[in-house]
Structure formats: structure tokens, C-alpha cells
């Protein structure tokens, strides 16, 4: 599975929420490829295995970066919310389970706060 | 009689399933290192295979030789009460963590510095610098994955 069948649609779900843009706005993108912003939401493709495998997935890294801890994990809530809170989906034109692997808060650095999940992709398939 | 009867085949069994475990124990002792050894060297490779800059999400560039040289791993630890077979891989473990005490002389914290590769996060004098996340230890998992629960399966 390549990632950019599972992240588009993932990210267009993310950019649609209002309550998502209501903390980060449209500062959504892929880590390194802008300059950095506070708030702001980054994904990292942490995994992607080619199709042959057994185990295929897509690992996607989130951070979050806020100067509240309370819309941090407020907007961590919503991605998990968005992206994971359910057992089997629809996302684009596969049919997806989505895990949580980990979630996580960082040190404040700079009065930034921050936050991270691990969501894991995995197409479902047909016995 | 019958109370008897069974009670004798319930020990029968116990001694059977320990017998059993004591076997799986003896040849999973083996079977645990080299999977602990597979995840091992894929981290090692991941570390030490890219020079010149790396690409967020990619594994970190090959800049300290003590980052890829502190990875290490445990020999197989047996615990029969619990019944678990456990090896610890990663930064420090075994032969690892000779390499770091170079790392602790140039006055960084090889954890810190791995963990930071590993999930990226903010650094710099004004701890206002964003590194992305580099990863390794994850990617490693993922792609021994298929190869370490195939060592580990009983033939």
C-alpha cells in the first residue's frame, strides 16, 4: 500500500475539521517542508511497506504544536477522534483499519507545547 | 475413585506441560537471540548506510559512528516462573554501550540525541529550532517484523 493512498484522504479529513482548524488553521503539512509555525500540525511517514509484504501498513508520526497544553491535547484528541476512533472505514477508496500506536506529550520548549500520535494504516483484506 | 482418577491425570498433565515449556524454553533461548540479533543489525544498518543530508522521515544521516556502534543487544534471559524468554535491543544494550561513553565525552546525551533522531522535536541554543523526526528503531521493527515472528514461530 503507498502511503499516499491512505495520507490524502487522512489529511483531507484532518484540513476539513473545523474544530482542528479552529487551533492550528491551515498550518497543515509535511514535516521539513515548510518553515516552522506555532500553531501547527506536521505529519511524518514514519513506515511504508511495499504491497507484497504481509504486513502491510502505513506508519504516519502527527505532531502537534500549540503555546497551550490545553489545545494541544485538545487537538491531539481530535485527530485521534478523526482518524482512528473506529474499527474498520472507508478512506479514499480503501477499505482501512487505523491503530493508535502511540500517543505522547513532549517537553515545552519554548513555550511551544507539544504532542504526537502514531496512527498505523492497514487495508483490510478479504479472506 | 473417580476424584483420584482425575487429580492423577491433571499432575500428569502439569508434568507434561512443564516438561513442554522446559523444552520450548531451551530451544526458544535461541530462537529470541537471533530474532533480538535480526532487529539489532537492521537498526545498525538504517544507522550507519546514509551520508549527506537526510530527509525528514528518513533515517538520520551518518554523522556520529557511536550512534550506529551503540546499538546493541542482550543475550536471552530465561525466567521459568513466568514462563518468558527476554532479549533488550537498542541504544546502550550489550556490546552498545561501549560506543557511547564517546558520545558522553563530547558532553551529549546519546539517549536524548536518539530519542530526538527517533521522534524529532524542538532544540537549538534558543529551543526554538524544529528537527523533524528521523526515524530508525521504528522502520527496523517494521521491516523484520515478518522475519523475527517466523524465527519465533515453532516448527
Known amino acids: 500500500m503507498t502511503h499516499d493512498l491512505v495520507l490524502t484522504p487522512a489529511l483531507a479529513r484532518l484540513v476539513a475539521d473545523p474544530a482542528l482548524a479552529a487551533i492550528v488553521g491551515t498550518a497543515i503539512y509535511e514535516s521539513g517542508e515548510r518553515t516552522f509555525v506555532v500553531p501547527s500540525l506536521e505529519w511524518t511517514l514514519i513506515v511504508e511497506t511495499p504491497e507484497a509484504e504481509i504486513y502491510d501498513r502505513v506508519q504516519v508520526q502527527f505532531d502537534v504544536f500549540t503555546r497551550s497544553k490545553d489545545t494541544m491535547l485538545a487537538a491531539l484528541r481530535r485527530i485521534d477522534r478523526l482518524l482512528v476512533h473506529r474499527v474498520q472505514w472507508t478512506l479514499g477508496t480503501l477499505q482501512i483499519r487505523s491503530l493508535k500506536l502511540d500517543i505522547r506529550t513532549n517537553p515545552t520548549e519554548g513555550g511551544v507545547h507539544s504532542g504526537s500520535i502514531d496512527v498505523e494504516f492497514k487495508p483490510v483484506r478479504e479472506r | ?155
Do not use: C
Not at chain 2, 523444552?23 to 539489532?40: I, M, N
Not at chain 2, 551503540?70 to 552498545?96: A, D, M
Open chain 2, 1 to 155: 475413585m473417580s476424584m483420584i482418577e482425575i487429580r492423577g491425570r491433571t499432575d500428569g498433565l502439569e508434568e507434561m506441560a512443564k516438561e513442554l515449556l522446559e523444552e520450548v524454553l531451551v530451544s526458544g533461548e535461541k530462537q529470541v537471540g537471533e530474532a533480538a540479533a535480526v532487529l539489532g543489525k537492521e537498526m545498525k544498518r538504517l544507522l550507519s548506510s546514509r551520508r549527506g543530508p537526510s530527509r525528514p522521515g528518513e533515517p538520520p544521516a551518518r554523522e556520529a559512528d557511536w550512534l550506529w556502534k551503540g546499538i546493541g543487544w542482550t543475550r536471552p534471559k530465561v525466567n521459568r516462573q513466568k514462563g518468558e524468554i527476554t532479549s533488550s535491543v537498542g541504544l546502550g544494550f550489550g556490546r552498545g554501550y561501549r560506543a557511547l561513553e564517546k558520545a558522553k565525552a563530547a558532553g551529549v546525551n546519546p539517549f536524548e540525541y536518539a530519542w530526538l533522531q527517533e521522534y524529532g522535536g524542538i532544540s537549538g541554543k534558543t529551543r526554538s529550532t524544529r528537527l523533524p523526526p528521523r526515524p530508525w528503531a521504528r522502520p527496523a521493527e517494521a521491516r523484520v517484523e515478518s522475519e523475527v515472528v517466523q524465527i519465533l514461530t515453532i516448527h
